[in-house]
């Protein structure tokens, strides 16, 4: 069975350029997150879909971050304009539900920004 | 809030020998789910081993087991039979249980990076 996912693999590019991040869930899954993972703040969610529709966008860091689920197999996480900071591993995962079933990790995007 | 800690940044234990990694958390629920994430080199994020908070009863997973102990909220994973495959970063997580909420929330613990020596 095909897993999560994400694609690039990893993105360099420049400060100030738009960076779209690009994930599938397992075929099935209602749930789907998206995390930023760095050494000095280790793994973060930033945005929880269920059934397409954000439920919590709460960790998303500024309104530079936007992430949309236009269906059920595609969601896709922006930064306009892109920021040295932003620089980090981005993991996509997905669920059944939420509530007592794990999360599936695809092999996350590395992010680099010059 | 909920907090996860893994107060060994990096251990290591010799191939075929046996190795605890450490994870305590905090927390006022009483219904929860713990999980060990393993991250090897190649950065995907694997589920190890799952345990639930009402559950008495360790978890098992082939060569990975864990000592659960809720009263002290301590949640260590033991590794047997070590193998050069088990060298990655292991993440300790907590997940609330129930409807409502932000019980979809995984708080991860700030690893531990387990070398597997020959």
């Known amino acids: 069975d095909a897993g999560v996912i994400q694609s690039p693999r990893h993105e360099v590019t420049e400060m100030g350029q738009e960076v779209t991040l690009r994930c599938k869930p397992i075929?099935?899954?209602?749930?789907l997150f998206w995390y930023r993972q760095t050494m000095m703040r280790g793994l973060e969610l930033l945005i929880y879909?269920?059934?397409?529709?954000?439920?919590?966008d709460s960790g998303m860091p500024e309104d530079r971050f936007s992430a949309k689920m236009p269906n059920a197999s595609f969601s896709t996480l922006k930064i306009q304009p892109s920021e040295p900071r932003d620089s980090a591993v981005y993991f996509c995962?997905?669920?059944?539900?939420?509530?007592?079933?794990?999360?599936?990790f695809g092999d996350g995007t590395r992010l680099s920004i010059l | 809030a909920q907090t996860v800690t893994q107060s060994q940044p990096e251990m290591s234990v010799q191939e075929a020998e046996t190795v605890t990694l450490s994870c305590t958390y905090d927390t006022s629920e009483s219904d929860y789910y713990l999980f060990w994430y393993k991250q090897p080199p190649s950065r995907q994020m694997i589920l190890v081993i799952r345990q639930e908070a009402y559950k008495q009863q360790n978890a098992t997973e082939n060569r990975f087991s864990v000592n659960f102990q809720k009263a002290a909220k301590s949640f260590s994973l033991k590794i047997s039979d070590s193998q050069l495959g088990d060298a990655a970063m292991y993440f300790c997580a907590y997940r609330r249980m129930g409807s409502g909420g932000s019980n979809y929330k995984l708080t991860f613990g700030k690893g531990t990076l387990l070398t597997v020596n020959p």
């Open positions: 995962a997905s669920s059944f539900g939420w509530s007592n079933q794990p999360q599936h």
């Open positions: 075929s099935g899954h209602n749930s």
């Open positions: 879909f269920n059934n397409n529709v954000p439920i919590d």
